[in-house]
């Protein structure tokens, strides 16, 4: 086992694992979505039940995979890293920040910065913030910026007897300023995307309907 700072070590982290992981991410993508429409074909012969047999398939094995699978092979990935690496915090990070900034590095970084009070935020993190997520990069940055200098100049702007701001104060302000996510946006930023891309693959095979051929 050797030492190395935690931002450092994400590289390490990435090299050994990135290729297993977008495998396991892959089949949950497009494998499981044509094992569960093979069920439905092989389990029913009309139409209508053999997509109804596939859909409750994907729920139930993507929730098994997402539970165990994605799980015990995240653990494991860890746990091999912890055996080689001694992840050093830097920055002024706890270990369990490091070991986040290990995983996910710069996003963590990023992450951990904005959990920090709205006056501490600097324009450059404000403008980096939106590159944690590819989506939200594309089609919502300007959005995001805008909700995070209006969330740092209202709390720049409070008396300093205020207390911190809570998440219904912040949905409040973004509400008043019409800067509130709406429900398309929280669906495809949120953190079933993966399933969206399941069930779009499963609704592709349901119209293709390959083995009717």
């Known amino acids: 086992m050797f030492g190395m700072l935690d931002y450092r070590a994400h590289k390490l982290y990435w090299l050994l694992f990135f290729i297993p992981s977008k495998i396991l991410f892959l089949i949950a993508i497009f494998g499981l979505p044509l094992i569960n429409y093979l069920i ?4 029913a012969e009309t139409r209508f039940f053999q997509i109804l047999i596939s859909l409750i398939s994907l729920f139930v094995i993507e929730l098994i995979w997402l539970l165990l699978i994605f799980n015990v092979t995240d653990k494991l990935f860890q746990f091999i890293f912890s055996l080689l690496v001694d992840v ?9 920040e490091a070991q986040l900034v290990v995983w996910n590095g710069e996003k963590a970084v990023r992450a951990l910065a904005l959990k920090k009070e709205p006056d501490t935020w600097a324009d450059e993190l404000i403008l980096e913030i939106p590159k944690n997520d590819w989506v939200v990069n594309m089609f919502y940055r300007d959005d995001v910026i805008r909700r995070l200098e209006l969330i740092r100049e209202e709390f720049n702007n409070q008396s300093s007897d205020d207390s911190p701001f809570t998440e219904t104060e912040v949905a409040q302000i973004l509400k008043d300023n019409s800067l509130e996510m709406g429900w398309f946006e929280k669906l495809v930023t949120s953190g079933q995307r993966a399933s969206i891309y399941a069930y779009t693959t499963l609704l592709l095979l349901f119209l293709y309907n390959p083995m009717a051929s």
């Open 88 to 96: 050093i915090p830097h920055d002024g990070r706890t270990k369990e």
């Open 40 to 43: 439905g074909f092989q389990l």
